[in-house]
């Protein structure tokens, strides 16, 4: 009978010999290769008459062969010495690419005096009061140009309306000089409520420290933007939703959303799209948690546990059933790097482009980082603050597309990787694009994402898990938020 020391000399033979094997065993520090090399070893050893794979290389067989190769380097083919060694540098590789984003890309989560510190030394800071009147006036479209008015005033005067329960609303040129502050578009903020002390916006650019990553996370934004269903057919522009509706009463989660369109794509590639999708929501989730204090995310975290929201997770894909941590990817210069045991982002999210509507008091629709053209509005949702990443934006300065809190008469002028953390409850909205309110999507002028809440998901999340109300049911009230949280305001 052969000793282990001659077993594993002739499975070094073998491999030396199996192109397939030798291509896993390359990429097998990835996980998800890592399963497919211990089924190749264990299949060559049993054929080799080896009761397993752990008789020969001992209780963690990969680790076994690996020291092996190392130990008796000498003895083994060449290939599989090189291919050992390349894969010890990619490993390597991986280890320093994924180190490197952690930091550049603010996921590890320090004490929040460390992060509230951290805002503050790229952030400039002010006490603005509210105002008594807001300006931009409330329920008003705001343009900065003639030539943007002369784009948007017939679409908005005699354009078909979405919703025949809405009413038509005034335009209304800015003025500069009525504004009580501008941010500039190189410029992060901390901005305080005067009487309360309260943070009533924070702004930060280059919100992600790696543009590798902005534009992948751009492209599957502006991706699903064209590949996903308009959920505001009768508008300007594009808004879809991301991650669950409803699901099955057996199965206290929402169904993910099935609204692409495309009939030309293979099952896989939408699967791919799927866990992209819920990557780049969990990666700005991650991002807003490792960077903002406790005073801007907090509320919204406890808000998540107390009522115990399913996450987003891919269909599936990235987490166990009922979880809230996983595995999310990223993609830098074509390689992913994932991202074990993190927090996923919450069941929902719109992705959008271009969107233009009048909004009032919608919760589904809140201040989309695609800063969509929007009037002045203010929206009601069951934690303090709403939060956005616009990830693109193609305009010029004065062009349109910036975004207002008017409760203090702040105007935030737009620029691409900007995050803004708001109060959604104060009026605020975005300025007309000089952009044809006619002209087929894509291309896009300015694109991103945000995480959207309706006031009324709590309920129907709570009725659901009860057994209270079926699936049919669930999923019906939660797609009547998408239009009735919209008209609350008009009556």
């Given at each position: 009978?052969?000793?282990?020391?001659?077993?594993?000399?002739?499975?070094?033979?073998?491999?030396?010999?199996?192109?397939?094997?030798?291509?896993?065993?390359?990429?097998?520090?990835?996980?998800?290769?890592?399963?497919?090399?211990?089924?190749?070893?264990?299949?060559?050893?049993?054929?080799?008459?080896?009761?397993?794979?752990?008789?020969?290389?001992?209780?963690?067989?990969?680790?076994?062969?690996?020291?092996?190769?190392?130990?008796?380097?000498?003895?083994?083919?060449?290939?599989?010495?090189?291919?050992?060694?390349?894969?010890?540098?990619?490993?390597?590789?991986?280890?320093?690419?994924?180190?490197?984003?952690?930091?550049?890309l603010g996921l590890r989560r320090m004490?929040?005096?460390?992060?509230?510190?951290?805002?503050?030394?790229?952030?400039?800071?002010?006490?603005?009061?509210?105002?008594?009147?807001?300006?931009?006036?409330?329920?008003?479209?705001?343009?900065?140009?003639?030539?943007?008015?002369?784009?948007?005033?017939?679409?908005?005067?005699?354009?078909?309306?979405?919703?025949?329960?809405?009413?038509?609303?005034?335009?209304?040129?800015?003025?500069?000089?009525?504004?009580?502050?501008?941010?500039?578009?190189?410029?992060?903020?901390?901005?305080?409520?005067?009487?309360?002390?309260?943070?009533?916006?924070?702004?930060?650019?280059?919100?992600?420290?790696?543009?590798?990553?902005?534009?992948?996370?751009?492209?599957?934004?502006?991706?699903?933007?064209?590949?996903?269903?308009?959920?505001?057919?009768?508008?300007?522009?594009?808004?879809?939703?991301?991650?669950?509706?409803?699901?099955?009463?057996?199965?206290?989660?929402?169904?993910?959303?099935?609204?692409?369109?495309?009939?030309?794509?293979?099952?896989?590639?939408?699967?791919?799209?799927?866990?992209?999708?819920?990557?780049?929501?969990?990666?700005?989730?991650?991002?807003?948690?490792?960077?903002?204090?406790?005073?801007?995310?907090?509320?919204?975290?406890?808000?998540?546990?107390?009522?115990?929201?399913?996450?987003?997770?891919?269909?599936?894909?990235m987490a166990k059933k009922g979880s809230?941590?996983?595995?999310?990817?990223?993609?830098?210069?074509?390689?992913?790097?994932?991202?074990?045991?993190?927090?996923?982002?919450?069941?929902?999210?719109?992705?959008?482009?271009?969107?233009?509507?009048?909004?009032?008091?919608?919760?589904?629709?809140?201040?989309?980082?695609?800063?969509?053209?929007?009037?002045?509005?203010?929206?009601?949702?069951?934690?303090?603050?709403?939060?956005?990443?616009?990830?693109?934006?193609?305009?010029?300065?004065?062009?349109?597309?910036?975004?207002?809190?008017?409760?203090?008469?702040?105007?935030?002028?737009?620029?691409?990787?900007?995050?803004?953390?708001?109060?959604?409850?104060?009026?605020?909205?975005?300025?007309?694009?000089?952009?044809?309110?006619?002209?087929?999507?894509?291309?896009?002028?300015?694109?991103?994402?945000?995480?959207?809440?309706?006031?009324?998901?709590?309920?129907?999340?709570?009725?659901?898990?009860?057994?209270?109300?079926?699936?049919?049911?669930?999923?019906?009230?939660?797609?009547?938020?998408?239009?009735?949280?919209?008209?609350?305001?008009?009556?």
């Open positions: 009978m052969a000793t282990k020391r001659e077993t594993f000399l002739q499975l070094a033979v073998r491999l030396g010999q199996d192109t397939r094997a030798l291509s896993t065993l390359l990429l097998s520090w990835n996980d998800r290769y890592h399963k497919d090399a211990l089924g190749i070893l264990d299949g060559h050893l049993r054929s080799l008459g080896a009761a397993s794979s752990e008789a020969i290389l001992g209780k963690d067989p990969f680790s076994g062969f690996v020291s092996l190769c190392a130990t008796l380097k000498d003895e083994i083919p060449l290939i599989v010495v090189v291919t050992m060694k390349k894969r010890k540098a990619g490993q390597q590789h991986y280890r320093k690419v994924h180190r490197r984003l952690i930091e550049d004490d929040n005096d460390v992060r509230m510190a951290n805002l503050r030394a790229i952030a400039y800071e002010i006490c603005l009061p509210r105002l008594h009147v807001p300006y931009p006036g409330h329920r008003h479209w705001v343009y900065e140009t003639p030539e943007i008015e002369a784009l948007w005033r017939p679409h908005i005067e005699t354009g078909p309306l979405p919703d025949k329960r809405m009413k038509r609303l005034p335009m209304l040129a800015e003025d500069i000089s009525q504004l009580v502050h501008i941010v500039p578009k190189d410029k992060s903020v901390i901005i305080y409520d005067s009487a309360t002390g309260q943070i009533a916006v924070a702004v930060i650019r280059n919100f992600c420290g790696d543009q590798q990553v902005v534009d992948w996370a751009g492209d599957v934004v502006s991706l699903n933007a064209s590949l996903r269903r308009n959920v505001r057919k009768g508008d300007p522009g594009t808004l879809v939703c991301i991650g669950y509706t409803a699901g099955s009463r057996s199965s206290p989660c929402f169904v993910w959303t099935r609204n692409t369109l495309s009939k030309k794509h293979p099952p896989e590639y939408l699967k791919s799209l799927e866990c992209r999708t819920a990557s780049v929501c969990s990666l700005s989730f991650n991002m807003m948690c490792g960077r903002l204090p406790d005073a801007i995310t907090q509320d919204f975290e406890d808000f998540l546990a107390e009522h115990k929201f399913c996450r987003m997770d891919g269909n599936g894909e809230t941590r996983g595995t999310y990817c990223v993609e830098k210069a074509g390689e992913f790097v994932e991202f074990h045991n993190a927090e996923l982002a919450p069941p929902a999210a719109f992705m959008g482009a271009n969107y233009a509507r009048y909004v009032s008091m919608a919760l589904q629709c809140m201040a989309l980082c695609s800063r969509d053209n929007r009037a002045m509005h203010s929206e009601h949702q069951p934690h303090r603050y709403a939060y956005s990443w616009t990830t693109n934006r193609n305009l010029s300065d004065d062009e349109g597309g910036n975004f207002y809190v008017a409760s203090y008469g702040v105007k935030v002028c737009m620029a691409p990787n900007t995050f803004i953390a708001w109060c959604p409850r104060d009026v605020h909205g975005t300025s007309l694009m000089k952009r044809d309110p006619g002209r087929p999507d894509p291309p896009f002028a300015q694109w991103g994402l945000s995480v959207a809440t309706s006031s009324r998901l709590p309920g129907i999340w709570k009725k659901y898990r009860e057994g209270l109300i079926s699936a049919e049911q669930a999923a019906k009230e939660w797609e009547e938020t998408l239009e009735d949280d919209l008209i609350d305001d008009e009556k």
